[in-house]
């Protein structure tokens, strides 16, 4: 499989929707984004996994004002994958309504799906020390 322009396109929207959707509170839409079996993995976070994107709106609304007021996504990298699947490494900031931010990376398989790209697997990993720890 070769990624086309549009591909590329299409995952970096992707990608990016995820915060439009959490900021905008319309939780209900992640399946806009992720596959509806999706594994969000949280653990260095030292959270359980969550499993299906109604458990990662569920998360979301019980974590409710702790929550950023922005998601930003930068710097964004897709490797394709013999198996058709794509790897994305994404850079995410968090902006607190308080003003303290914090720096994630996001690591992600992406799948075609017949409604359009989805994000099936995230890996979401603190950044806590300067040059890879």
Same mark, same amino acid.
């Given at each position: 499989? $070769?990624?086309?322009?549009?591909?590329?396109?299409? &995952?970096?929207?992707? &990608?990016?929707?995820?915060?439009?959707?959490?900021?905008?509170?319309? =939780?209900?839409?992640? !399946?806009? #984004?992720?596959?509806? !079996?999706?594994?969000?993995?949280?653990?260095?976070?030292?959270?359980?996994?969550?499993?299906?994107?109604?458990?990662?709106?569920?998360?979301?609304?019980? =974590?409710?004002? =702790?929550?950023?007021?922005?998601?930003?996504?930068?710097? $964004?990298?897709?490797?394709?994958? $013999? !198996?058709?699947? #794509?790897? +994305?490494?994404?850079?995410?900031?968090?902006?607190?309504?308080?003003?303290?931010?914090?720096?994630?990376?996001?690591?992600? $398989?992406?799948?075609r799906m017949d409604?359009?790209?989805?994000?099936?697997?995230?890996? #979401?990993? +603190?950044?806590?020390?300067? =040059?890879?720890?």
């Amino acid at each position: 499989m $070769t990624l086309t322009c549009e591909d590329r396109c299409a &995952i970096t929207e992707l &990608i990016a929707m995820h915060g439009h959707l959490c900021d905008s509170g319309e =939780l209900d839409r992640l !399946d806009e #984004v992720f596959t509806i !079996d999706v594994i969000y993995d949280v653990t260095d976070f030292g959270q359980e996994v969550l499993r299906g994107v109604a458990a990662c709106a569920e998360a979301g609304r019980a =974590l409710g004002e =702790l929550n950023p007021v922005g998601h930003h996504v930068t710097n $964004t990298v897709l490797s394709e994958q $013999t !198996d058709g699947r #794509v790897h +994305a490494r994404s850079k995410g900031i968090g902006v607190y309504a308080d003003g303290t931010t914090g720096s994630v990376t996001y690591e992600d $398989t992406i799948v075609r799906m017949d409604r359009g790209w989805r994000i099936s697997h995230r890996k #979401v990993l +603190a950044r806590r020390v300067p =040059l890879g720890g």
